[in-house]
């Protein structure tokens, strides 16, 4: 009876020394995906030795893509193939803004994981000094009081219960107490849009720039914010203001700046990663 059956002998790889780091984006199909270009050269330079993965959270993104024969791979998928490459440990980094619903999935997703000792960085806005560091980081860029206002463009959420609203709120207290021509607006939850829009319609400057504090400046940017029609562009245009948002060059495309096109900040996500490989390689 054994002689009719076929038994398969399977390599496996052997056991990786180094962890591997795990890179985790919501994803997008814009133009402004470049970004994640380039915090991987960024990270590449400064951690040469270790192998970088990617896992995109968006459903429909993946679907998209996989349809058009651009594989890209759930966090499920990528901690499964860097298992079966023979890596036990990694450092699984987020690149998210806020510590919303999209980071509470990747934490859960980590902790029910078998066979891999995984530890999470945090994302960007979970600590207030980090707040302060950015605000400090776009200032550069906000308009002087007398041209004009500014407004930070940050997603928001539509859920009440999203713990992340504490964040938006938090920030907006701290542009509202620090800065005189700064104010938040999200394009979901609050704080919303309204009462940015109605500001800086009455705002005495001739100027009002719109900054992304989104790690992508992508479809939100490009359509609901600056689009060519119902955008808050086009309303702020027909007010007779002058909108501006900041742009720069990257492989030979022009794109909205948002916070993953300031080295300053990748380094942030970046000193996160070596503080989780220090501990996970001390293990």
């Known amino acids: 009876m054994l002689d009719n059956l076929v038994f398969l002998k399977r390599k496996w790889p052997p056991i990786k ?8 984006a919501f994803g997008t199909s814009s133009p402004a995906q470049v970004v994640f270009d380039c ?10 030795a270790y192998k970088i993965y990617w896992a995109f959270t968006s459903d429909i993104l993946r679907a998209r893509s996989n349809r058009k024969g651009r594989r890209v791979l759930s966090l499920h998928e990528t901690l499964a193939a860097l298992r ?25 997703v980590c902790r029910s994981f078998p066979g891999l ?20 980081l776009v200032k550069p860029r906000f308009l002087p009081e007398k041209e004009g206002l500014n407004i930070l463009v940050a997603h928001g959420t539509d859920l009440a219960s999203d713990g ?16 005189s021509n700064v104010v938040v607006a999200t394009v979901e939850g609050i704080p919303g849009v309204e009462r940015a829009l109605t500001r800086a319609q009455v705002y005495p400057g001739a100027k009002v720039q719109f900054l992304p504090l989104m790690y992508v400046a992508g479809y939100h940017i490009m359509q609901d914010v600056l689009g060519a029609k119902d955008s808050w562009r086009k309303r702020l245009e027909a007010a007779g203001k002058q909108v501006l948002c900041p742009t720069l060059e990257y492989q030979g495309l022009t794109l909205y700046q948002g916070l993953g096109f300031y080295p300053e900040i990748n380094n942030l996500f970046i000193q996160e990663i070596k503080r989780l490989l220090s501990f996970l390689e001390a293990l």
């Open 17 to 24: 020394d180094k962890p591997a780091l795990v890179l985790v």
């Open 39 to 48: 915090f991987y050269h960024q990270l590449q330079k400064q951690l040469p």
């Open 84 to 108: 079966a490459e023979g890596f036990l440990r990694a450092v699984v980094q987020p690149l998210f803004v806020f510590p919303g619903l999209e980071y509470r999935e990747v934490l859960e």
């Open 117 to 136: 000792r995984l530890l999470v960085g945090e994302p960007l806005f979970m600590r207030w000094s980090n707040v302060s560091k950015v605000l400090e």
């Open 164 to 179: 992340a609203n504490m964040v938006y709120l938090g920030l907006d207290y701290l542009v509202e107490q620090n800065f």
